[in-house]
């Protein structure tokens, strides 16, 4: 029997069945059910936000075709690099990702879609489609499956009331009534588990203070590691209804990197951890490196120091990302790793060494990136970095000159040579756009990314060139108090 009778995902519940398992059939039969009267179609354009095409069901017939056949979209509306003379595209949903709709007054269901070409092949530019070319590549390579789970840290701005007001970033794991906004984070994770998002905990953050008539409070949702695709699934859905129901609560909530400089900023950190591909043991997941971490983890931590100054042009792609990336802030600035260490670009946290039944919580977590990133393109760029540490033949040894030691800071002034001895994360949009250009044989082996997509990336981010120049100077005034 399946492991299913506490699943929040009426699908699960009704089906009797993961989502892995969905057919067409069952989709029909729990649409008559529960009588299902719409339909919805998401997808992410470029800007990352998600789409929505709305279906009035008719008929079971009319279920039937819509679940078979997709519909057709104006690509060039949703990709700025296709030409409106051959723009149309097909939308599938994917089986696997319906939800019953969270917010509508009547029986709805949705669904996450794939792009397909004209030819009903899957569109090469989609990045929900290059996360998949990525996770194929990295199994092919490693005979392992790469799993990941994000952090959603954000804010929600409201006016400010004269009660219980958190002293200046002092809001960890603050509780009711001092958390105000508690009841809106655990509403969201309600919703996001009955959408199929697998959530591991939420809580407030450190981020709380005042400005002028308005409250601003930080918090976080973060999940449990899944398969590295379905991590980006169940952000992006996460997303969609953590902003829709602050609007229901007559709120704002950002997930910008950064508000205003002296003040937490806000990441979308992502831890990683391998998994067998056919659940059978593999001697890899449990290899020693002498590092204190599996062979695994070391090789993949290397890929990750390797291409640590081109990864921000996929997962910090907008100048605010770069005020957020300064030292004393919590957040990495040079390019080394560490046990439980925030003050690293790549983190160890606890493991449950302690508990052998629970080693396979040990996760490694990449610190830099923020929720500005697309997901789809982030994960398959970390994905690909992992896949290079992998590849080399030096990996043990670039994990080695990289680590620092439990409990150094790295920011500390005593600590000033060592910070200054490692290479430092890109301090611009324009300057992530130049490391990805050195880097950029990383992202297209084995055709995981194009080179005309690499080439447009490049190039949008060094459009922000006249924002750019203000960032990095607010950027070096913070580096220097």
Not at 76 to 81: A, D, H, V
Not at 187 to 205: D, N, T, V
Not at 357 to 376: L, P, V
Not at 378 to 384: K, V
């Amino acid at each position: 029997m399946k492991n299913i009778s506490m699943n929040p995902n009426p699908l699960v519940k009704h089906l009797q069945k993961l989502p892995d398992e969905f057919t067409k059939e069952d989709i029909v039969q729990f649409c008559i059910d529960n009588e299902i009267e719409f339909v919805n179609f998401h997808y992410c354009g470029w800007d990352s936000k998600i789409k929505t095409l709305n279906f009035v069901l008719h008929s079971q017939a009319h279920l039937e075709e819509i679940i078979t056949a997709g519909e057709r979209v104006d690509g060039s509306s949703l990709f700025p690099f296709i030409e409106a003379g051959k723009s149309d595209l097909y939308v599938m949903p994917r089986l696997k990702t319906a939800f019953l709709n969270p917010f509508s007054d009547v029986p709805t269901l949705d669904f996450l879609c794939e792009y397909r070409d004209r030819d009903g092949k899957p569109f090469e530019s989609s990045p929900q489609y290059i996360l998949h070319k990525a996770s194929e590549a990295f199994k092919q390579t490693t005979g392992l499956q790469m799993e990941t789970m994000g952090e959603l840290e954000y804010y929600v701005i409201a006016n400010k009331e004269d009660a219980f007001l958190v002293p200046d970033q002092k809001g960890y794991h603050a509780s009711k009534p001092f958390c105000k906004f508690e009841d809106l984070r655990t509403e969201a994770m309600r919703l996001i588990a009955q959408c199929g998002g697998m959530i591991k905990y939420g809580h407030s953050e450190v981020g709380n203070f005042t400005d002028g008539d308005k409250n601003y409070e930080q918090n976080e949702i973060e999940f449990l590691p899944v398969a590295i695709e379905d991590a980006a699934d169940q952000l992006v859905i996460a997303k969609w209804i953590m902003r829709q129901l602050a609007y229901e609560y007559g709120v704002d909530l950002t997930f910008a990197p950064k508000i205003t400089s002296g003040k937490a900023g806000s990441g979308m950190h992502v831890h990683c951890k391998f998994s067998s591909i056919d659940g059978k043991k593999n001697d890899a997941l449990n290899e020693a490196a002498n590092l204190g971490v599996t062979n695994a983890f070391a090789k993949a931590i290397a890929g990750f120091m390797l291409a640590g100054t081109s990864l921000p042009a996929w997962g910090n792609p907008h100048p605010l990302s770069f005020q957020r990336l300064v030292p004393h802030q919590e957040a990495p600035t040079s390019l080394c790793w560490s046990f439980s260490n925030r003050s690293a670009l790549v983190r160890v946290p606890l493991g449950w060494s302690f508990m052998p039944e629970y080693a396979y919580k040990q996760t490694f977590e990449w610190r830099a990136s923020d929720a500005f990133a697309d997901t789809y393109l982030l994960m398959a760029a970390l994905c690909c970095a992992a896949r290079h540490g992998f590849e080399q033949a030096k990996a043990l040894k670039v994990a080695e000159k990289t680590y620092v030691g439990l409990g150094v800071n790295i920011h500390d002034a005593k600590n000033e040579e060592l910070m200054n001895s490692l290479e430092q994360l890109p301090a611009s949009c324009a300057d992530a756009a130049d490391e990805l250009q050195k880097d950029r044989n990383i992202y297209t082996d084995k055709e995981v990314f194009s080179d005309a997509l690499v080439n447009y990336q490049i190039q949008y981010l060094k459009d922000f060139a006249p924002i750019t120049d203000m960032a990095k100077a607010v950027h070096d005034s913070l580096n220097n108090g």
